[in-house]
């Protein structure tokens, strides 16, 4: 039994010092980032993903789709989405939902 609490308070120390280190890391930019947001993609989608992360040599997913969300807030030509539009008719590949024009 002393043996596991020992175990046991070793693994919240350990668990305290990773926390620390990710704090640090997160405010290593200036920039704390409190807000999650979970984004579901298919097979193909995270291959694309993948792709432009490493040509770039990016060191997260979450900083290509950071950057992505950056060129695409800056880029102009979106039309307002068409009325009854739901979000599985916009993927990262594929065709473009009923009323929304390609940039190609």
Not at 28 to 48: H, K, N, P, S, Y
């Amino acid at each position: 039994m002393l043996m596991a609490v020992f175990r046991w308070n070793e693994y919240v120390t350990h668990l305290e010092a990773l926390s620390s280190i990710k704090q640090e890391a997160n405010m290593a930019d200036g920039i704390a980032r409190g807000e999650r947001l979970q984004i579901m993609l298919t097979g193909d989608e995270l291959t694309v993903l993948d792709d432009f992360r490493f040509r770039r040599r990016m060191p997260s997913r979450a900083s290509a789709i950071r950057e992505l969300l950056k060129r695409g807030l800056a880029a102009e030509g979106f039309e307002a989405s068409p009325f009854g539009a739901k979000s599985e008719d916009y993927g990262v590949t594929g065709i473009n939902p009923k009323g929304r024009e390609s940039r190609r």
